[in-house]
């Protein structure tokens, strides 16, 4: 897989049930997932959180990859802003074909 096959954007509303099926292969066997419902609740709160976004990567129409990225300012580091990434899940079915590398490419490209 090279990163020519992959798209990067931002998630949208309509990309929750894909989100999910991707989160419980995060969870495993550890019960049901949040349902949709539930989701679209706490997706209302996330896009208040100013500089907080849900990026996915799609490969042949497909999401096939997610992470989360937090751009935060502080005063350590002469206020050079920081970033934190978190929720990477890359589709159990690609996993070693360099998706996850490509997302963390971007993840820091995008914090820059």
Known sequence: MTDE????????????PALLSLYAQLDGDDGPGLDVSRAEALWDIMEIYPDYQ??????EGRIVGTFSLLVVVALSHRGIPGAVVEVVVVDEKCRSR???EAMMQKAMDVAR
Do not use: C, P, Q, T
């Open 5 to 16: 096959n992959l798209r990067f954007r931002i998630a949208e509303r309509a990309d929750i």
């Open 54 to 59: 849900v990026h996915v990567v799609e490969s």
């Open 98 to 100: 360099k998706e996850g």
